[in-house]
């Protein structure tokens, strides 16, 4: 993420009023964005390695995805609705009320 920081603060301060500044503004601003997803061959091997100096987002994404169809028992479903308040219809057709935040949290007493 270090290169989408790196491009939004190129694109902060790029000068409006020289149109030759905001022409190169503009295409570092496509070079960076372009890196940031597709990633970058930073040791110039050929490959863009899942590493933290490589790897963008479609890298991301497919270790992602790769992590979800390992997924065997049970597989990866995603809750089809969540309701207020957290409360959820499980597969099995209950109701509970669930909140992940604040049963891995300490305890809050108030806002």
Request: hydrophobic share 40%; proline share 5%; aromatic share 6%.
């Amino acid at each position: 993420m270090g290169r989408l920081r790196a491009t939004v603060s190129g694109a902060k301060t790029a000068g409006v009023d020289d149109p030759v500044a905001l022409d190169r503004t503009a295409v570092e601003l496509r070079a960076g964005l372009t890196s940031a997803a597709q990633g970058i061959d930073a040791n110039h091997d050929g490959f863009i390695d899942a590493t933290a100096a490589e790897a963008g987002l479609d890298q991301l994404h497919s270790q992602l995805q790769a992590m979800l169809d390992r997924e065997a028992d049970p597989k990866y479903a995603p809750l089809p609705r969540k309701y207020l308040l957290g409360i959820v219809r499980m597969p099995d057709g209950k109701w509970i009320f669930t909140s992940i935040r604040n049963a891995l949290s300490r305890p809050n007493y108030g806002y």
